[in-house]
């Protein structure tokens, strides 16, 4: 045998024939409450997620019924290799895969190529500009001087 029940507008607990209180208001919404605790509350306007013996606190707080599967499972990131600009996927595994003796050798021989280019430009290059600042001309006047004939006058008068 099937009991109808409904559920009470507060605390959301199943109300059984012959139990409750109904309460309809000015426009005819009808409120069903379990007990003259839940209808006073409601009166009262206190929220039921502040009370935790609701089941609108227990899910606010998520408590009671938790599934497993539902769970989002969080995954470890995969290392994923990609080329630089300039040098291929090949040339980094095979550079990676040196002895490091060899690697700093290199290395080293690049700096010191870097080196001379680096000596050779400055003689070569342009004359280094005079020290101190460029001049620009008569530096403009910010404010508090005679008004621009034309421009509006904004402020008070």
């Known amino acids: 045998m099937v009991i109808k029940t ?13 139990h409750g209180q109904k309460f309809i208001a000015k426009d005819a919404k009808v ?53 630089i600009v300039g040098m291929s996927l090949d040339d980094l595994k095979k550079k990676k ?23 050779k430009k400055p003689a070569a290059g342009k004359p280094a500009m005079a020290k101190g600042k460029a001049d620009k001309g008569p530096k403009a006047q910010k404010g508090g001087g005679a008004p621009t004939p034309g421009k509006a006058f904004k402020g008070k008068k």
């Not at 895969?97 to 000596?119: I, N, S, T, V």
Request: glycine share 4%; net charge positive.
């Open 31 to 83: 409120h069903f409450f379990i007990s003259a605790k839940a209808d006073a509350l409601f009166h009262q306007r206190i929220k039921p997620v502040k009370l935790r013996w609701t089941q609108a606190w227990r899910r606010m707080n998520k408590k009671g019924k938790v599934e497993e599967g539902a769970k989002k499972k969080t995954r470890k990131a995969q290392k994923f290799q990609k080329a």
């Open 97 to 119: 895969a040196q002895k490091p003796e060899l690697r700093q050798a290199r290395e080293a021989a690049a700096k010191e190529a870097k080196a001379r280019q680096a000596q």
């Open 6 to 18: 409904d559920l009470c507008n507060y605390t959301e607990y199943r109300i059984f024939p012959g």
